[in-house]
């Protein structure tokens, strides 16, 4: 949960607090952007603020429960509280538990959040339009943003209920993209993560309709984007990505160095049966051949991916086909949840539930063979020269000064990271050549080449 900065005159102030993904982070940039655009200062005080507006996040019941408790605790220490995000498309939830709140939005509602906000805070009078920055105003780091591409999806994946939260796919005009992603370029911003909910799907809804950039034309489609975003000169890195068969167009670029050799895929399991029930669209014996092929093109392409244990109708001989793909996929970095009912998702109906035990006993089985792979992968790049972006710089008990960076196998917050000795001079955003010394469960820790 994130307060923004604290003001101190008589402007109207919003207090804004945001939880969830990137892409609820992303939302909630488009917010404050537009606050500050319209002359509203952002509080980070609730005792300060005019009024509130809550972001919240809905993808599973502890977050339904944690964004219901972030909104009691808004209405209790202010009392003027505009909700908005995921669980604000489930309206009847939230006025249930929290009759007194203002208005309630669903996720991506720009529009409507803002109509709340002058209903119960009119807007300055001389919108201080020339206080934001070209690049808008955004929650992460100065060197590295998130980058919205399109909003919705088109699958029916039975255990998800982003679709019926936030609908179709309809993807972002692409000329506002990349001239979105120039303007976080020209602010300092040294990588990009492009996020969505199927990246791959990019343009689909508009049939890759070509938009303009700088005078030319560029097609509505992922690899036309990718290859855009590769002439700004930062480090752009894929997350969301479907294993379609045009994804494979962009690993050339990856194994040029015109994006980083990232791929997030989700791919949830590897029987044929359950991914059949999930409805997922991609065959486990199609991933593997894929996975083979892109290392064939670019041989440090990292991957990585999220499954699910214990999704229900799975048996033992399911899990097992799940573990022996993880065997031979030798996927780099990899999460696993143990399947959780999520209100509203069609899955809750299917037959054949797995007993929790059994979930958790099977996730366990899971993290025990991917460890093995990840810390086989994370320990041979000891020795190895890497370039690690520094995204922190921190001072010691005994005043050594020491950086933290990530390499570009590395996404922020959900990869490991690189601790860096010997770190004077250097700078959050600095790209530095470091020799990896030593490994540590996911982290690696490194400094100047001693070679
Ligand atoms: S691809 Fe599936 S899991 Fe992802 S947002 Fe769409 S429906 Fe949900």
Not at 166 to 192: K, Q, T
Request: aromatic share 6%; proline share 6%.
């Amino acid at each position: 949960m994130t307060m923004s900065t604290t003001s101190k005159n008589s402007t109207p102030k919003v207090g804004f607090v945001s939880l969830g993904c990137p892409k609820a982070g992303s939302d909630a940039e488009r917010i404050l952007t537009q606050l500050r655009a319209e002359g509203y200062e952002i509080s980070g005080s609730y005792g300060e603020a005019d009024l509130v507006v809550v972001n919240t996040c809905g993808f599973i019941d502890s977050a339904v429960e944690e964004s219901l408790d972030a909104i009691g605790e808004a209405i209790n220490k202010n009392g003027k509280v505009i909700v908005t995000g995921c669980l604000g498309a489930k309206k009847g939830v939230v006025e249930a538990a929290h009759p007194s709140v203002l208005a309630v939005t669903g996720p991506h509602a720009l529009e409507e959040v803002m109509t709340a906000v002058h209903a119960n805070l009119p807007k300055p009078h001389e919108p201080f339009i020339d206080l934001v920055p070209p690049q808008g105003v955004r929650l992460t780091p100065k060197h590295y943003a998130y980058l919205k591409i399109s909003e919705g999806c088109n699958h029916r994946c039975s255990f998800c209920i982003i679709p019926s939260m936030r609908g179709d796919l309809v993807s972002r005009p692409i000329g506002e993209v990349l001239n979105e992603a120039e303007n976080l370029v020209n602010a300092g911003v040294s990588e990009i993560l492009v996020i969505s909910q199927d990246t791959s799907a990019y343009g689909v809804d508009v049939k890759y309709r070509p938009g303009f950039w700088n005078g030319r034309p560029v097609k509505t489609r992922m690899t036309e984007l990718t290859q855009a975003l590769s002439e700004l000169g930062v480090w752009t890195r894929l997350h969301y990505v479907y294993p379609y068969p045009h994804v494979d167009e962009v690993i050339p670029l990856m194994a040029d160095g015109l994006i980083l050799p990232y791929l997030d895929v989700p791919f949830q399991h590897a029987s044929p049966r359950i991914l059949k029930a999930m409805k997922r669209p991609a065959s486990s014996e199609n991933n593997l051949a894929r996975i083979k092929a892109w290392r064939d093109i670019c041989p440090d392409i990292t991957i990585r991916s999220t499954f699910i244990a214990g999704f229900p109708g799975e048996t033992e001989d399911d899990f097992k086909q799940l573990l022996d793909f993880m065997e031979e996929a030798q996927l780099d970095r990899v999460g696993c949840f143990a399947y959780s009912a999520v209100d509203g998702a069609a899955a809750n109906a299917l037959p054949d539930q797995v007993p929790e035990e059994v979930k958790q006993e099977r996730l366990s089985r899971f993290m025990e063979v991917q460890e093995r792979i990840s810390a086989a992968k994370v320990h041979a790049k000891i020795g190895s020269i890497q370039t690690v972006l520094v995204d922190e710089i921190v001072t010691d008990v005994e005043g050594n000064v020491e950086a933290i960076g990530r390499t570009k196998a590395d996404a922020p917050e959900i990869d490991g990271v690189v601790y860096l000795e010997d770190a004077e001079g250097l700078n959050p955003g600095d790209f530095v050549e470091v020799e990896i010394y030593s490994a540590d469960g996911h982290d690696l820790r490194g400094g100047p080449p001693r070679s």
